[in-house]
């Protein structure tokens, strides 16, 4: 029997991954660095700072700035991003999520949130879904990123279950390795790359179903 739920967002709830791409790559091409899709792929799930610590080690230029720079890199790429944000709205809810949602409130199932993004609750607000969320990862206040465990372990904590009773869903490989480290039954919500060692793989929540997961 499972009780709870732990969400990844991007890519998992509303497909902001395509926003993180186009702000990375402007920040890579200011840089003279040409990241593409498939190296995007490996962004997913990964923290701000490490995902440019990634692209520098990519171009081949990670003992080119200082930390400030990084710093600095990281915020231009994040307010690049909020602003692309602009018009997210409750229309961009992946399809089958909103009716995910309304059927675990109804039947009290407790849900979390583990996103590595520090905007989520921002995204939550935008497309009307934050009072969904029982609790929510705070990424600020974890010592590693995913394919660590850490914050699915925070997610079953702070909705008070052991993490074997909780289902995850995660987009990213990174993340699924996080739930299976945590103990959680993984649904990986697969886009163009094929997912290893979920449980089960869907297309989209339309193809769930809160009680048959619950009984699992
Ligand atoms: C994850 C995304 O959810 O959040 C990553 O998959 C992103 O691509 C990470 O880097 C951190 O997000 P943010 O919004 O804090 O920069
Ligand atoms: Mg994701």
């Known amino acids: 029997m499972k009780k709870g739920f732990a969400f990844d967002l991007d890519g998992?709830?509303?497909?902001?991954?395509?926003?993180?791409?186009?702000?990375?790559?402007e920040l890579a091409d200011s840089i003279g660095i040409t990241i593409d899709l498939q190296f995007n792929e490996q962004l997913k799930g990964i923290s701000r700072m490490d995902s440019l610590e990634r692209i520098l080690a990519y171009g081949g230029k990670e003992n080119d700035y200082t930390a400030e720079q990084k710093e600095e890199m990281a915020a231009?790429?994040?307010?690049?991003?909020?602003k692309l944000l602009d018009d997210l709205s409750p229309a961009d809810l992946l399809p089958g999520v909103k009716?995910?949602?309304?059927?675990?409130?109804?039947m009290n199932v407790p849900c979390s949130l583990a996103s590595a993004s520090k905007n989520a609750?921002?995204?939550?607000?935008?497309?009307?879904?934050?009072?969904?969320f029982d609790a929510i990862v705070d990424p600020a206040t974890l010592k590693k990123g995913k394919?660590?465990?850490?914050?699915?372990?925070?997610?079953?904590?702070?909705?008070?279950?052991?993490?074997?009773?909780?289902?995850?869903f995660e987009d990213a490989q990174a993340g699924i390795e996080g739930i299976k480290g945590a103990g959680m039954y993984a649904v990986g919500v697969e886009g163009n790359e094929p997912l290893t060692e979920a449980d089960m793989t869907i297309k989209s929540?339309?193809?769930?179903?809160?009680?048959?997961?619950?009984n699992l």
């Open 121 to 132: 609750p921002f995204i939550l607000k935008k497309l009307g879904v934050y009072d969904y």
């Open 147 to 168: 394919p660590d465990p850490e914050i699915f372990v925070r997610a079953a904590e702070l909705i008070h279950i052991d993490p074997s009773e909780a289902v995850g």
């Open 205 to 214: 929540f339309e193809e769930l179903n809160v009680s048959d997961l619950l």
């Open 12 to 25: 998992v709830i509303t497909d902001t991954a395509k926003f993180h791409y186009v702000a990375w790559k």
């Open 76 to 82: 231009d790429k994040n307010a690049n991003y909020v």
């Open 99 to 106: 009716a995910f949602l309304d059927a675990a409130k109804e």
